[in-house]
């Protein structure tokens, strides 16, 4: 399993659960993984193998301020089989993509699992009912003759 923050040769340098910020000073934005959220955390819980964690480190990248960073330059190094920027990043015979591990309404809470095994696109009902409602009036809106 790949380690977790990128670089991994540069995570020994983070203190564990910390920002590796200069006192006084501002961390380089060119080493933008001193300033993870994730820093000093299990990487298992980033891992596609340990689904049960997947909410507890979707929570974690939706407070991470290096959200961007951490997912281009995933995807720039192909990574797959782990959850960064809140998706889950994936190379199957379909392809290379990343599964959005957030909830496509709201975007502030992790997609709820269900037991079934797939990946649904919502936090819970509520979410679900108001993106539907919407995509609906859209549907609506763009059908009435002008
Ligand atoms: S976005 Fe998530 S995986 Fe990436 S550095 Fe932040 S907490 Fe870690
Ligand atoms: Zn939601």
Redesign the pocket.
């Known amino acids: 399993m790949p380690v ?2 990128r670089p991994p040769g540069n995570v020994a340098t983070a203190p564990p659960g910390g920002s590796s910020a200069p006192p006084g000073g501002s961390p380089d934005p060119g080493r933008w ?1 001193q300033r ?4 000093g955390r299990n990487p298992t819980w ?1 891992s596609s193998e340990d689904r049960p964690k997947w909410p507890a ?1 979707v929570r ?2 939706l ?2 301020p ?2 961007e960073s ?2 281009a330059e ?1 995807v720039r190094q192909h990574d797959s089989g782990v ?4 998706m889950l990043l994936v190379d199957t015979s379909r392809g290379y993509g990343a599964v959005p591990l957030i909830c496509a309404n709201c975007g502030r809470r992790p997609v709820r699992l269900t037991e079934s095994g797939g990946i649904p696109r919502y936090c819970g009902r509520t979410c679900q009912a108001s993106h539907q409602r919407a995509a609906r009036t859209l549907v609506a809106a763009t059908a009435r003759p002008r």
Do not use: E, F, M, N
């Open positions: 977790h923050p993984w993870a959220a994730c820093a980033w480190a974690l990248c407070t991470c290096v959200r951490c997912l995933a959850i960064r920027g809140g």
